[in-house]
Structures are given as C-alpha cells and as structure tokens.
C-alpha cells in the first residue's frame, strides 16, 4: 500500500538535513463546484474588460512559438509608466504580485539586520523571508488594526514592508505616514504592497519623485479582474528597478508568457471600464457595511475589495463552517488576534444578498 505523505515524511532520509524546508503560505481555497458563492481570495466578481476580450480573440496560437518579449520592453510596460507619468525604466512586470514581491524580498532584504512588518498582514511576507533566509521582526498592529508608524522609524531594520490599505484588515494608512516611514529609512529600501489601493485608498506613487529607496508593487489580480492572467509590477526609482531586474534575470529570464502581456496591455488602455466596475465594488462595499452592522458585525472601515469582520455573539469560525455547507465561501485564519475575524470578498450585489441571507440564518 502506498505510504501517506505524513508517514512518509517521518521516515527520514538521509538527504533531508540538506533540504531547503520552509512552510508555505496557503492560498484560499480554490472549490472545485460551480455553484459556489466564491468570496474567499479578494477576486474581482465582475469580468474583465471587454477590451481583454478582444485582444483574447486577437491572439494567434502560432505566437506561443517564440519565447515572450522581455516585460519592459513591451506594450504593457509601455502603457503602465505613461498611467502613472513615469519613464519606462520604472516599471518592473512580473508573474502577479505575489512575483514581484518575493523578487523584491530577494534584491533589497539583504542585510543582517531584521526586515519589519506588522503582526497582521498579508501572510506570505513571512514565507518569503523564511525562504530567503531573511531575518525579520513583526511589529504588532494597535488595538483598531492601524500600523504604528512609530514602530517604523528611527528602529535599526534592514527593511520595511507593508500593504496599504493593509491586508487582512483593510486599513489605511494616511499618506503623509507614509512620508514619515520612507524619509527615516533612506539607508533601506520601503516597499508598499498596493494591491487594493484602487477601492478608494490615496497611493504613495508620488513620493517617487521625492525618494529614491521607495519601491510601489501593484496587481492586476483585484481591481482589474485578471487574477487568472498573474500580472504584476513595481514601480520604482530607476537604479532600484535595475537592481530587480538583474536578480529576476538571474533567476529566470522568460517569466511573463506572452498571452498574459497582451491581455494586461488591453486593460490598461480601458480605464473607464476599470472606473466603473471599482466604482461598483466601493459602492457594494458601503452597502455591505451597513448591512454586516444591521446583523451585530464590527470591522475597521475598509478600503479593499473586501471587509474584516466579527460577530458580537457568533465565534468566527463557526459562521465560516455554516457558510461553507450553504456553499459560500469566505476567509477565516485560526491565528492570534484575528481568530474571530472573518474576510470576506466584495462580490456582486445579488452574491452579497445571497450571503446576508445565509448570516442572518447562522445568527438567528
Ligand atoms: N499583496 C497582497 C496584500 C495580497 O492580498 C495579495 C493577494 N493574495 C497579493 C499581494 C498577491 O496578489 P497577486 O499575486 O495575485 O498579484
């Protein structure tokens, strides 16, 4: 009979001590139904643009024959710094967000002194920094979920890294924060995972004009309905991105195929589509507030594509269960501080519906 992987792994071999082991970050589930009310990843519920849909119909299978165009000399990378009024040489793509950010873990965190990021977080950084070998230290969120910015400055860390608005809690921090963090460690490089800056956050790019150590990571996983497409990028000082690029191109020279360039090239052109359907999820967002409070729910205000919530009454992870046998599913992690929250992933109006009909069963 074949050995389970538990058993098997405790039958060590001898190999094993020069094994690189590191526990991996564990994504939200990915069900297998169809019928799934599915708000557990911070994926856009609306399609992307149809201008993605045209250039899809576009592409002949006969290009997959050549290796891919290097990212930054694309069409793609092209459209992105003239978005965001910056040259070229600025902008670093890579294979969602999640690429670009373990790139950057690997250029710039590389002194001895420990890397910071909050307790509460987006739960990859500490994988990344395992992996690596990063020495790292977390610093603990205030009791409303904000980030110190204290506990950033003036402190011997060889890094600084945070989402913002901060993932899970969907907590912004103001700008001007923001400012404080990045002047006070010129000797380090910051970065700011911008993943769910378009749901009504204020961005930091503009302190690129001002700070040289300052590196902007944004997705097109969320607000740009293309999480299958796993698109990524980085904006930065010049010197900085040629840094990146010099370790990606160490690691692996090919890693944007050339569908998912095209296709991130069309959405960026159609930004009243993207208006429109972040528009949409800000507004179901505030719909939602109101109705998670009607029901008992507290969360800090949000400023993703998704809100963090508790019940007064009903533990979280007992919702999470029910809602998973109603076939709705949402994010719940068994970890200090945040074991009675859930998250939960703006959806479509009629999803939300459908889920504060669910709730108010549970919590009946
Ligand atoms: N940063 C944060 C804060 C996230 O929540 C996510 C989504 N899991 C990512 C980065 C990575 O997203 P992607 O790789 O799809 O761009």
Not at 165 to 181: C, F, R, Y
Not at 182 to 189: E, Y
Not at 289 to 306: C, D, H, I, R, V
């Amino acid at each position: 009979m074949k050995q389970s992987v538990a058993a098997e792994r405790k039958n060590k071999m001898k190999w094993e001590e020069n094994v690189r082991k590191v526990v991996p970050y564990i994504p939200g589930e990915q069900p297998r139904e169809k019928d799934v009310i599915k708000l557990n990843t911070n994926e856009c519920p609306y399609p992307p643009s149809p201008m993605v849909e045209k250039a899809m119909e576009e592409m002949q299978y006969q290009d997959l024959r050549l290796y891919p165009e290097f990212p930054e000399k694309t069409p793609l990378a092209a459209h992105l710094a003239k978005y965001h009024h910056v040259g070229e040489e600025q902008i670093f793509i890579g294979v969602g967000s999640d690429d670009v950010l373990s790139m950057a873990f690997l250029t710039f965190f590389n002194s001895d002194r420990p890397v910071f990021f909050p307790d509460i977080t987006y739960s990859f950084y500490d994988v990344w920094a395992d992996i690596y070998r990063i020495p790292y230290e977390v610093r603990p969120l205030d009791k409303n979920f904000r980030i110190r910015k204290e506990d950033y400055i003036g402190k011997n860390c060889g890094g600084v890294i945070f989402p913002n608005p901060n993932a899970p809690t969907g907590v912004l921090m103001e700008l001007s924060d923001i400012e404080e963090i990045v002047k006070a460690n010129s000797d380090n490089v910051v970065i700011i995972d911008e993943a769910y800056i378009d749901f009504g956050g204020t961005t930091c790019l503009p302190l690129l004009e001002k700070y040289d150590n300052l590196l902007v990571v944004r997705t097109f996983s969320k607000s740009r309905a293309m999480a299958g497409g796993r698109i990524g990028y980085a904006v930065g000082n010049e010197k900085l991105l040629r840094y990146l690029n010099d370790a990606k191109y160490s690691v692996n020279s090919y890693t944007m195929n050339r569908p998912a360039l095209r296709l991130g090239a069309a959405s960026v052109k159609d930004e009243a589509y993207f208006q429109e359907i972040c528009g949409k999820i800000v507004r179901t967002r505030e719909r939602s507030e109101k109705e998670l409070a009607a029901l008992g729910f507290t969360f800090p205000a949000s400023y993703g594509n998704f809100i963090f919530a508790s019940h007064e009454k009903v533990r979280a992870q007992e919702i999470f269960e029910r809602l998973k046998e109603k076939h709705i599913y949402v994010r719940h992690w068994n970890k200090a501080r945040i074991d009675n929250y859930l998250r939960i992933t703006i959806g479509t109006d009629e999803e939300m519906d459908a889920l504060f009909a669910a709730l108010r069963e549970i919590i009946a």
